[in-house]
């Protein structure tokens, strides 16, 4: 021991100590121990801590620890984490999370999710979502959404949606509905129909309908009715009928009687009239 450099050395156990540089180093167990710098170091097992800057490193495992800026790193598992920044990362597993911009990011399932601005978007199933602006999009399936503006497009099913004008349209079923206007139309049946004017044609049926007007026609049937004059007409059987008069008529027959007079009168034919 030499009190004037302060130090002792051990062949024997193979060690060295200075007290002036506060340090001790052992090469039979490979370590080397600083009070003053506080940090110790290990080649040995590979790692270095050092109490001053609050961190850990492990050279064997990969991996790296600062308490003091609250991070955590693993070059081996090929992940990093922040807690202060509140965000973790791992390259291995493809994904980034970020609590502090709340954003989250997963390149293996093709994910990103952003709950600032409430946007999510996935490029494995094609959907794309903004709660922001209430917009929801899924290109596999060829739907579109939003419930700012109150519509719906389906391009795969052809329809389209609009609650806000209240219109709807399928071009799958070639039909088409607006319940702003009263109004609906169905190309493949043939129909149309208007609430607004109380109107229904079909097409396909050869019918049409007015409530307004209090009209029915059938053009398939050849009738014709009118509930306002209480008239009735069938072109098909030469039938004639006006409840309003209480009258008949049948053409076919060369009829007519009139319930009006509670009388059953009957003219047939000019000839069979000449004839009596």
Known sequence: MS????????LEDSYYMSLEDSYYMS????????????????LEDSYYMSL??????????SYYMSLEDSYYMSLEDSYYM????????????SEWVS???SECMSLKESEW???????????????WVSLKDSECMSLKESEWVSLKDSECMSLKESEWVSLKDSECMSLKESEWVSLKDSECMSLKESEWVSLKDSECMSLKESEWVSLKDSECMSLKESEWVSLKDSECMSLKESEWVSLKDSE???LKESEWVSLKDSQDQ???????????
């Open 113 to 127: 999710v952003s709950l600032k601005d409430s946007e999510c978007m996935s490029l494995k199933e094609s959907e």
């Open 248 to 250: 008949c008529m049948s």
């Open 27 to 42: 090469l039979e167990d490979s370590y080397y121990m600083s009070l003053e710098d506080s940090y110790y170091m290990s």
């Open 266 to 276: 009957r003219w047939t034919s000019s000839i069979e009239h000449n004839s009596q």
């Open 99 to 101: 609590l502090k911009d």
């Open 3 to 10: 009190l004037e450099d302060s130090y002792y050395m051990s």
């Open 52 to 61: 001053e800057d609050s961190y850990y490193m492990s050279l064997e495992d």
């Open 82 to 93: 922040s807690l202060e920044d509140s965000y973790y990362m791992s390259l291995k597993e």
